[in-house]
């Protein structure tokens, strides 16, 4: 989003290569080897909400949101617009729309937000929250707007209607709904549909008419309001997943968005995490996919997706440097440049990184060019007619037969076109095998399906969207693993597949690649094939807890152990039976009042988990703002991590909340973790860093203290010595208590 939030920690802001001779060997990635974070650093220090598509002429094309590029512009640009030919080297190209281009129904002041950027219909459009309406005085009234296309760089031209109007508020919350962060969708039945919405109103799904420029049916919510926004969904094996960004973007040094994901069998949900848990309920699930790791980067989220030419998966995002989290002065505009890492999918699940996290430092690129990269810039060069007519015209290749590469396959490979039937019969590529075997891949217009007919079996086939117009460009993918092999078309290769197909090839590759067109004439471009990328099949280790260290633990069983400091006592406080009861204050720590207790005792050195027990019957639905209990990691009032089950608003999360002193002022912010239940487990675990000696403290949470979910690291300095204690405030109506079964630590 732009730069508002709500609730809780929410509400302290409301604020391309010729074709080798047939005897080269097997297909295999090329170009850059490494690449390094920001990816927006050639052009920008901040480009929040980004977002990549990769145009008709193979290049790759970003959008953020529209704040200025670098440090001392001031002047905001109106979503700023690069493009690279290897997703690792950027280049401004230009803003996407002049300084006083706006829809009719905009207010003159309005900002643009988060863009996303699509093709529909035969062109491309582009989503945008847009600030400010003419609706009413109100200058946050947000709509989603549409502008379209002929090319991903434009001209843009806005639609004359909002895709979704600003939408007042219910339930006593006044103003408008925030009406923000739009994600369009396409899904296999052709349907269109649109994501949108924040914290204060909660994510929303509609339909699209088939131009994708109006909304039409009624909205329904599929993440709750006070938690998710920036959501983006695709589909991967048959499962539609949502991703949406948690807790605030722009606190500064003690930002701690980042981004969870639910699915589900359908576009509208419900969305269940890896648990089980909707995300739509006041209990909301959310499984972590990318969450700050103690490195340079937090605040990870708001992301994009793509796919590179090898079939691995990668997520763009934007981060803070918590060295330098404004682009400016102080409290000024937050500096969100690009990030961009890899999304791995274990168990059916997606985690960066195998779960580690946002990379600092050099990390293998993304695969952007083949031995077989194909744009037809030097004509038939390295092809061969083998039936029919072909010829090239404006750098692509049109005709009706086959045409064949020289470039031999031999290898698991992903091979890839874009598409476009000038008639009503077929058109795709077909892969060759040991013996001349081949299997063809089709988009067959005349029938509806796209299929796959290989030799010595049954085709294999998968229905086409009733309204799929073969005049438009799609893409055509095809993954080949041994003798599995995945066929999928889509509009603009983003989790968006209007058809998918399986099949069993009984043999491996080692032929030609051919482009093929039947009964009737085809237009390709931007034929690649790379050798395929290998899987992850594990996630990095998560923490664990070893041998008990009794010398730190309390089970709360003879009284409260000496080791215990007060930092405003309590009274009311109680231990007895194997527990602490805890009445929650009317307190806080978060600013200057302090007000709040903390129970207090010393840590042991080195590496080490500390855990506790706790239940606080918060209910739910109803607002208790900000009644918590749990564990702190604590230095001083003023510099603290606190990890608690609360609640904000109408939800209860579990909330990692920072507070450090900075630029003359206290800074607060959150990362949230998992899910609470009435009884929530919770643990930190600390480790000191080997080079620069900061305490880095993990946090996790656990619904049964079996099976846990861990997200984002707080840090602090070298030179501190954070103790760890219990913390039980926010608010004392009504009356609720707050209840440890014990303190452990572990090695």
Known sequence: ?????????????????????????????????????????????????????????????????????????????????????????????????????????????????????????????????????????????????????????????????????????GGGGGGYLWTIDPSQFTDVDGRNYLYFGSYYGGISVTELTADGLRAVGTPSMVAIDNKFEGSYVLRHDGWYYLFASTANCCAGPATGYSVHVGRSRSPRGPFVDRDGLRLDVSRAGGTPVLTQNGNRWIGTGHNGFLTDLSGQDWIVYHAIDRADPYLDEPFGINERPMLMDRLDWVDSWPTVNAGAGPSEGPQPAPVTTARLDERFDSGLSGWRITAG????????????????????????????????????????????????????????????????RAPGGPAASAPLPAAFTAGEVHNLAVEVRGDQLVAELSPARLGDQLAVVTARLGWSLDGEFTLVARDGR????????????QPVDRTVPEPTAGPLLPDYSDEFADGLDPAWQWIRP?????????????????????GTGNTAGVLLRDAPTGDYVAETKVTLDLGEETVRNYQQAGMVAYVDDD??????????????????????PFAGRTVYGGNIVGTPATTTWLRLAHHVDPVTGEHEFRAG???????????????????????????????????????????????
């Open 639 to 660: 510099r603290f991590a606190r990890l608690t089950q609360v609640a904000i608003w109408n939800t209860r999360q579990v909330e990692y909340g920072y507070e450090l």
């Open 389 to 452: 007519r072909w010829e090239v015209t404006d750098g692509r290749v049109s005709g009706t037969g086959t045409l064949a590469s020289r470039t031999v396959i031999d290898a698991d490979v992903r091979a890839e076109a874009d598409v476009r039937l000038t008639g009503a019969g077929s058109a795709g590529f077909a892969l060759g095998g040991r013996d001349r075997e081949r299997v063809t891949i089709l988009v067959d217009a005349e029938s509806g399906q796209l299929v796959v």
């Open 570 to 590: 309590n009274p009311a406080a109680t231990v007895g039976d194997g527990a602490l009861r805890w009445p929650v204050e009317s307190a806080d720590l978060v």
């Open 701 to 747: 949470s656990s619904r049964d203290g079996e099976h846990w979910t861990w997200g984002g690291v707080w840090t602090f300095p070298a030179d501190t010595t954070p103790r760890i204690g219990l913390v039980a405030h926010g608010g004392a109506q009504p009356p609720v208590t707050a209840e440890f079964d014990y303190v452990r630590f572990y090695r």
């Open 1 to 169: 989003m732009g730069h508002l939030h709500r609730g809780g920690v929410l509400a302290a802001v409301l604020g391309l290569l010729l074709a080798a001779p047939a005897s080269a060997p097997a297909v295999a990635g090329a170009g850059p080897d490494r690449y390094r974070n920001p990816i927006s650093a050639d052009f920008a220090d901040t480009f929040a909400d980004p977002v990549v598509v990769r145009g008709d002429d193979g290049f790759w094309y970003a959008y953020g949101t529209s704040d200025p590029l670098r440090e001392g512009e001031k002047q905001a640009h109106r979503v700023p617009t690069a493009r690279s030919s290897d997703l690792v080297d950027w280049t401004y190209v230009g803003d996407a729309f002049a300084p006083d281009q706006r829809p009719s129904w905009a207010a003159p002041g309005a900002a643009f937000w988060a863009p996303d950027v699509r093709r529909v219909d035969g062109r491309w459009v582009m989503y945008v929250t847009v600030t400010d309406t003419t609706v009413s005085g109100d200058t946050f009234d947000t709509a989603i707007g549409a502008a379209t296309a002929p090319t991903p760089i434009g001209p843009w031209t806005f639609a004359d209607e909002p895709v979704v109007a600003p939408r007042p508020g």
């Open 522 to 533: 085809a237009e390709f471009d931007n034929v690649t094939a790379a050798e395929l990328y």
